[in-house]
């Protein structure tokens, strides 16, 4: 029989901080957004008569869409410690490639592989220059950001590209069934493939893993290089993606188009609780937040708010979703001391 005394052996007992498994959902970033989501939807049905019509929600999801589609694979490359800041001139690029192609005869099939085929090379081109050479991924992305906006203006210039096949604006435009469009389908596709790929395989595994500690991570056999090689490649794939989707949906090519997503974009993956710091987040988390950013964006044009005004609102909201972890956890450090 043990001799230890009783106040010894209570010490040695870990309490469960985290409580119950309800409780430990109750206090999730997810859960707390989500409410956020309830608390904007019920807002705008007060605010705005024409809010809850099946039609105008169902034109409320254009409003992120696309750009979910992109914060997903962000989403991976932000949780596995680096960033890309050029998926919107990804998306310039590949919509100039489309309208010059259109110019030239080809028909839809061959449209959608260039702009995907286009997203593709550009997430390479980033890559390489982050993978293999080793280069940081914020200063790469910031130069390339430059370089593909800038072939579109290039290409461009003062112009437009438009004329495209009838049945090309069925991807940003046509519906699968009553409200829900194909946009909206193709989203949530996306999202549940993303989901999977993150959070029941291994080579999410590896990118949480990544995320933590590049160098553990090496050393454990994880090819760190060739995941974050194919990282970039996922983002130049969905902005490819988005490309078709949005030119699909304007009808029309300019070298302007979707200027500042890479800042939604980025908010968006943050306010859904993706550490920007890296080896943390949730794909759920990633989705709520579109659909707060689209209820948001949506409820102020209803309102008839001025599109600055929402420039200044996801700008905001940006700075408070990475300053609020930071100041809770010296809060929480400053208490321990």
């Known amino acids: 029989m043990s001799t230890t005394p009783i106040e010894a052996r209570e010490k040695r007992i870990i309490p469960d901080r985290l409580g119950t498994p309800f409780r430990r959902m109750l206090a999730s970033w997810e859960v707390l957004l989500f409410c956020v989501a309830v608390l904007i939807f019920i807002a705008n049905s007060l605010a705005s008569p024409y809010f809850l019509d099946a039609w105008n929600l169902s034109d409320a999801t254009f409003n992120f869409t696309e750009k979910a589609m992109i914060a997903f694979a962000m989403a991976l490359l932000i949780i596995a410690?680096?960033?890309d800041l050029s998926v919107a001139a990804i998306i310039a690029l590949a919509s100039t490639a489309m309208g010059y192609a259109v110019q030239m005869g080809v028909g839809t099939p061959g449209l959608v592989a260039i702009g995907i085929t286009t997203g593709l090379a550009c997430g390479?081109?980033?890559g390489f220059l982050v993978a293999a050479l080793r280069l940081p991924s914020i200063v790469v992305t910031i130069g390339t950001m430059s370089l593909f906006?800038?072939?579109s203006y290039i290409v461009l210039g003062d112009q437009a590209f438009g004329k495209y096949p009838a049945d090309f604006a069925y991807f940003g435009q046509g519906y699968v069934f009553w409200v829900f469009s194909f946009e909206f389908i193709l989203f949530l596709a996306v999202a549940l493939a993303f989901a999977i790929l993150l959070?029941?395989?291994n080579f999410g595994r590896?990118?949480?893993v990544i995320g933590n500690n590049p160098l553990a991570a090496r050393f454990s056999g994880i090819p760190v290089e060739r995941v974050k090689f194919i990282l970039f490649l996922l983002t130049g794939l969905m902005s490819g993606i988005a490309a078709v989707c949005l030119t699909s949906r304007?009808?029309?090519?300019?070298p302007s188009i979707a200027q500042g997503w890479e800042l939604e974009v980025v908010t968006m993956v943050v306010l859904g609780g993706v550490s920007i710091l890296g080896g943390a987040g949730t794909i759920i988390g990633v989705v709520i937040a579109a659909f707060v950013m689209g209820l948001v964006t949506f409820g102020l044009g209803l309102l008839n708010v001025p599109g600055i005004v929402m420039s200044i609102f996801i700008g905001l909201l940006l700075i408070i979703t990475i300053a609020l972890p930071i100041i809770a956890r010296r809060i929480k450090?400053?208490?321990k001391a």
């Open 333 to 335: 450090h400053a208490r």
């Open 149 to 151: 906006r800038g072939i």
């Open 206 to 208: 590896h990118v949480y």
């Open 124 to 126: 390479a081109f980033n």
């Open 250 to 254: 304007l009808g029309s090519t300019r």
């Open 199 to 201: 959070h029941k395989t």
């Open 81 to 83: 410690g680096e960033i």
